[in-house]
């Protein structure tokens, strides 16, 4: 039986298809949606138009005299050589804990699972104030690496741990079969089908290496990021500042050409009818003690001794150091500034999941894609742009809330835009087709069906942003309004007098309210392994 959706009494909510079903009809039109989608990615490249224009702005001359001088070269030596050393350490701490996690008979494997991820809740520059706290000597390039390696390997672990549980050991049991022993199938198996997760967390931890502020300056690392923020503070965005983000922004842009450059075009699926076989341990016999006693050393290294001095500053400052006056304004506001902006950010992530997941094309990916390459910018860089937008530009929303918030969204906008796509993906827009069906208006089937099934997701996102927040430290310093006491800048402002006591209540307050990122991060990569 066929309905004539032109009769009375019917709505004709879309087009009809050839097999005669229902074009979906997005709630606000594929006008609409695709408009939105394409301010926010032209709002999204203002740090990147910021630098091309102060670099045109300098003039020829004056930028090849300020980039190629002996300072950025120190600077750039410094740069490079902390992340050649550093991401290697994090591939092989992070692949090889992930290995023997989910590969080997590790006793007390899911809680070496949990404790792996756990640094990740430290924030570098807490990790460098507990460090500094331990061996006040502390300074340079190998402090650096120390400090880098212990706060971002989690990067690689989590991503490579869940890969490993994602292959299919079917593959590794053939290999063995075949003759290659352990190691042979370690390398000439598995470690090929790591290629992308690793090369991925590489990635992250480059990035972060470029970004980072506080615990570089705590040891007194020059780095470009430390570098322009004594610029600014001297000269307050002064070209020669300028000049060395343009430097580091072109250092971020090589690193994701490499990444992508690095995936390869090999597909690492399973493909054919039938269930994946069960994963074999492999037996460490008498390895057990070594493994257990390395895995042991790396967590407390990364995160037992960042907790112990916490938890000894906060003993040696006594009560005085939990004055309400004090931390309870940071803590609310710091609460307030990442509900908002997380807030703030699943909205405008929204057009962009949807047209990426409803509407795919070239032009999505494009719009998509602008907005990776943002987020991937340092925080100083981002918020040196909307510091020179609004003085030049609209002075009177210099240092507000509004530009505080928009930088963040832009700094962390791929965490609600990865969540989102999810989300859309498990909410099949046939549902809201057979809703329209049934006379729903697009925006009623929009609102009780694709929202609801895509809230969890978008909770999801929402957290991670809030917290990501919650750490931030140099995109706050340059832009908060004369007043704002986050966590993070009190922590800083604290740490920076040497009132060490004084910083260990904001310390522990970000740890507490990082953990839980953590966990999520943990959590949603074992759903995406299947376990």
């Keep these: 039986m066929t309905t004539d959706l032109s009769a009375p009494g019917t709505t004709d909510t879309g087009s009809t298809t050839a097999g005669g079903g229902k074009r979906l009809r997005p709630p606000f039109g594929v006008s609409a949606v695709s408009l939105l989608a394409v301010l926010i990615a032209l709002f999204s490249l203002v740090p990147l138009g910021y630098v091309a224009y102060m670099t045109v702005a300098t003039g020829w001359d004056t930028a090849v005299e300020l980039i190629f001088r002996p300072r950025v070269g120190e600077l750039l030596l410094n740069t490079v050589m902390l992340t050649v050393i550093t991401v290697p350490l994090c591939l092989v701490l992070g692949a090889g804990g992930a290995w023997l996690v989910e590969r080997t008979t590790l006793r007390g494997h899911r809680w070496w699972a949990v404790a792996l991820a756990a640094p990740l809740a430290i924030p570098a520059f807490v990790n460098s104030y507990s460090w500094v706290s331990a061996v006040p ?152 003690l070594p493994a257990q006693l390395s895995l042991a050393a790396v967590t407390v290294l990364a995160f037992g001794v960042p907790v112990w001095f916490v938890l000894r500053w906060l003993i040696a400052g006594g009560s005085e150091v939990w004055a309400a006056d004090e931390f309870l304004p940071a803590l609310l506001q710091t609460l307030m500034y990442g509900a908002v902006g997380a807030a703030v950010t699943i909205v405008v992530a929204f057009p962009m999941a949807y047209l990426a997941v409803r509407r795919p094309s070239g032009f999505s990916k494009l719009l998509e894609l602008s907005n990776y390459v943002t987020s ?47 989300g859309l993906a498990q909410a099949p827009k046939e549902l809201d087709e057979a809703a329209q069906s049934l006379g729903k208006a697009p925006l009623t089937s929009f609102v009780r069906v694709t929202l609801r099934l895509t809230a969890p997701a978008a909770a999801g996102g929402a957290a991670l942003v809030f917290l990501a927040i919650v750490n931030e430290l140099t995109a706050t310093l340059l832009l908060s309004p004369n007043g704002t006491r986050t966590l993070a800048t009190e922590f800083w402002s604290k740490s920076s007098e040497i009132d060490y006591s004084g910083a260990a209540p904001y310390a522990l307050l970000m740890i507490l309210l990082s953990a839980p990122m953590t966990y999520l991060l943990f959590q949603q990569s074992k759903k995406v392994a299947g376990q």
């Design 376 to 422: 991937s910018l340092p925080g100083i860089v981002v918020g040196l742009a909307f510091v020179t937008v609004t003085i030049r530009a609209v002075p009177g929303i210099y240092q507000t809330a509004g530009v505080l918030v928009a930088a963040y969204v832009l700094l962390f906008l791929p965490r609600a835009l990865v969540n989102l796509r999810s």
């Design 137 to 288: 000597s502390l300074e340079g390039i190998w402090s650096g690496v120390l400090i880098a390696t212990l706060s971002y390997f989690p990067l690689v672990y989590i991503p490579a741990a869940a890969a490993l549980g994602r292959l299919d050991p079917a593959i590794e049991q053939s290999a063995a079969s075949l003759g290659l022993g352990s190691w042979a199938v370690f390398f000439r198996v598995v470690l090929p089908q790591l290629r992308i997760a690793l090369t991925g967390g590489a990635l992250l931890v480059s990035l972060h290496l470029l970004a980072e502020y506080g615990a570089f300056a705590m040891i007194r690392f020059d780095t470009f990021t430390t570098a322009i923020m004594v610029q600014f503070q001297s000269t307050f965005n002064g070209t020669a500042g300028n000049m060395l983000a343009s430097v580091l922004v072109f250092l971020c842009l090589i690193l994701l050409l490499a990444e992508v450059k690095s995936r390869g075009t090999a597909r690492y699926a399973r493909i054919g009818s039938g269930a994946p076989a069960k994963a074999t341990r492999l037996p460490l016999r008498h390895y057990q």
